[in-house]
């Protein structure tokens, strides 16, 4: 499946990122969906995931903050996080998988789809 994240840009401290990760399936609800993210000279992280069941995991930096939920088009799936911090500056990276469980939703090598990653800076 092929993935295309989109919504990035320059967002003040403060205000709130949406982003929308479209896959080229007509339904992604066969797939666990998760959100990474890399800062700057950083490694790449887990933020969230929305599992085949729906069900929502969030890593602890977001937690609060953040929502996850499949957008009205059944192939996209939504990335919500308020009130930004320039902690929050990174590239935002989409990814799905077919074999994902509670054991290993956060963890890279579950996720065989990956989309190219949308920017998001937050200037305080």
């Known amino acids: 499946v092929q993935l295309q994240a989109s919504g990035g840009g320059l967002v003040q401290a403060g205000g709130s990122l949406r982003l929308s990760c479209a896959a080229s399936?007509?339904?992604?609800?066969?797939?666990?969906v998760a959100w990474f993210r890399q800062a700057p000279g950083m490694e790449r992280k887990f933020v969230g995931a929305?599992?085949?069941?729906?069900?929502?995991s969030y890593a602890d930096s977001v937690k609060g903050r953040a929502t996850i939920s499949r957008g009205d088009a059944r192939n996209t799936v939504i990335l919500q996080i308020n009130s930004l911090s320039a902690d929050d500056t990174a590239v935002y990276y989409c990814?799905?998988?077919?074999?994902?469980?509670?054991?290993?939703?956060?963890?890279?090598?579950?996720?065989?789809?990956w989309g190219q990653g949308t920017l998001v800076t937050v200037s305080s």
């Open positions: 990814a799905a998988g077919s074999s994902v469980i509670m054991s290993n939703v956060a963890s890279q090598a579950a996720y065989g789809s």
């Open positions: 399936l007509r339904t992604i609800s066969g797939y666990a």
């Open positions: 929305i599992n085949r069941s729906g069900g929502i």
